[in-house]
């Protein structure tokens, strides 16, 4: 089975394989750390996450990447103000991302570098690009890319059809370093007063390097020159991930990344989120509110990835409900809680939501699948379809464990508490038990979609019955 993906590149579906036929190699862009990462942050980490699970449940294996960005305008300014070290700093707040990550359920990826581990990695990359006359040293040290000496900038954002523009307004917007054209981006910057001690020594003097190389240098040494999947948000594509390729592709004349993955932008109550707009909630936030991690992963992975998910408090509400149901469907099938860190891979009956997911990552279908297997399924446990059919229920538990995996659910079945049952669902309850006893087969049949009408199913042993209520 394989994963049809879009690609950003070519703008169609392309199968998801490994290159070197063993495992997936892909590379997702990971957070500057210098404050709290908000949710729309994380809409794409948990996005990038189903891709990973989605692949390994269908039997794949992966080799997962990405990155920290401990060292850039933000970082500095943020740790100057604070009176902090760098180091410290940046150490703090990857701790905190890393605890959202799990509360989340996000699979640690197998590699997580960082820029400033790895600044040998980047003055190597300059060099040979400085080397091919690709990029040139500015009269103050910093180094710049020639964006006129590569032919093919420009192929991942259409750059062609629209006006260049050279304001970056993800992480180094105040670039007002030396450069020979408005397009050439920064590489290696020059050592300056406002970064404090927070450079390093180059072949250019003392600086530190830009954002774009950071990512470069690092999928180079961690994937190879050339390797299977490149992910971020779509805000990456220029001139973040459009950089990327030009700084690699341009020395070693291979193809960077096979696959272009990027994840459209979180709306917050309709409105884009912003600092001013207030709306820039954290996991924390939320929790603040009364609400879990796992409420809220629901709410990022109910819409198309490639369309904006406009994140409300009502979604939040709806999502309690659902996973509830969730929650009483492990419940009623006896379902343990999830041990360990391997993925099932049966599907089972629920092989309809690995389809949905295996169709460009549609979660939004593939939570529909799964709503409607639980409650037919569910209908049928009811009509007591499955009782002394434990190989049936085993692989219903199976497939819903694949499903709860591929999509990183974690459903907690609740303490078991015993419900309150009415007098007179408990006298019909005997009824039946009596026909029962007595094969009267249709008295039994009738009494039983009786219960079930009341809201409430019954289940027969060896000792007699037990009830409980229905799922909804």
């Avoid at 080799?63 to 604070?82: A, P, Y």
């Avoid at 948000?233 to 990344?257: M, R, S, W």
């Avoid at 009623?332 to 099932?344: A, D, H, M, T, V």
């Avoid at 419900?419 to 049949?445: C, F, G, M, Y």
């Amino acid at each position: 089975m394989v994963l049809k993906l879009y690609d950003t590149l070519t703008r169609e579906n392309q199968d998801v394989f490994p290159m070197d036929g063993e495992s997936v190699r892909f590379y997702g862009c990971g957070p500057t750390v210098y404050g709290p990462a908000h949710i729309g942050n994380f809409r794409t980490f948990v996005m990038q996450d189903v891709f990973r699970r989605v692949l390994e449940t269908s039997g794949q294996k992966t080799h997962h990447v990405r990155n920290l960005t401990d060292v850039d305008d933000k970082t500095i300014r943020q740790s100057q103000e604070e009176g902090v070290a760098l180091q410290e700093f940046t150490a703090r707040w990857t701790e905190r991302f890393q605890q959202d990550c799990r509360s989340l359920n996000l699979l640690a990826p197998h590699v997580e570098p960082s820029a400033v581990g790895h600044i040998p990695e980047q003055i190597d990359l300059i060099t040979r690009l400085i080397e091919a006359g690709k990029a040139y040293q500015a009269k103050d040290g910093s180094v710049y890319f020639k964006i006129d000496s590569f032919e093919d900038y420009g192929r991942l954002s259409r750059l062609a059809n629209r006006e260049i523009t050279t304001t970056d307004t993800n992480r180094e917007s105040s670039d007002e370093y030396d450069r020979d054209s408005a397009a050439d981006f920064a590489l290696w910057k020059a050592r300056r007063e406002e970064d404090g001690e927070n450079y390093w020594p180059s072949p250019w003097g003392e600086g530190r390097p830009g954002w774009h190389i950071e990512c470069s240098a690092i999928c180079m040494k961690h994937l190879g020159e050339s390797f299977d999947l490149h992910s971020g948000g779509v805000d990456l594509v220029f001139p973040h991930h459009e950089n990327e390729i030009a700084q690699v592709e341009a020395v070693t004349c291979k193809t960077f990344a096979r696959h272009w993955f990027h994840i459209a932008h979180l709306m917050v109550e309709g409105q884009k989120m912003s600092k001013s707009l207030g709306n820039l909630y954290t996991l924390h936030d939320l929790a603040e509110q009364g609400y879990q991690a796992q409420e809220v992963r629901y709410v990022l992975l109910s819409g198309s990835y490639r369309q904006p998910l406009n994140f409300t408090f009502e979604s939040m509400k709806a999502s309690r409900k659902a996973m509830s149901k969730l929650t009483d469907f492990a419940k009623k099938f006896s379902i343990p809680p999830k041990q360990g860190y391997e993925l099932e891979t049966e599907f089972g009956p629920f092989h309809p939501v690995q389809q949905a997911l295996l169709s460009d990552l549609n979660t939004p279908e593939a939570l529909g699948r799964c709503f409607r297997l639980v409650r037919q399924l569910g209908e049928a446990w009811d009509r007591g379809e499955f009782e002394g059919k434990e190989d049936e229920l085993e692989t219903i538990r199976k497939g819903f464990q694949a499903t709860c995996d591929a999509l990183g659910l974690v459903i907690a079945v609740r303490e078991e508490v015993e419900d309150e049952v009415p007098h007179e669902i408990t006298e019909l309850a005997q009824r039946r038990w009596e026909a029962k006893s007595n094969k009267d087969w249709a008295t039994a049949d009738q009494i039983r979609d009786e219960l079930l009408q009341e809201g409430w199913v019954v289940k027969d042993s060896k000792e007699g019955f037990t009830l409980a209520k229905s799922l909804e």
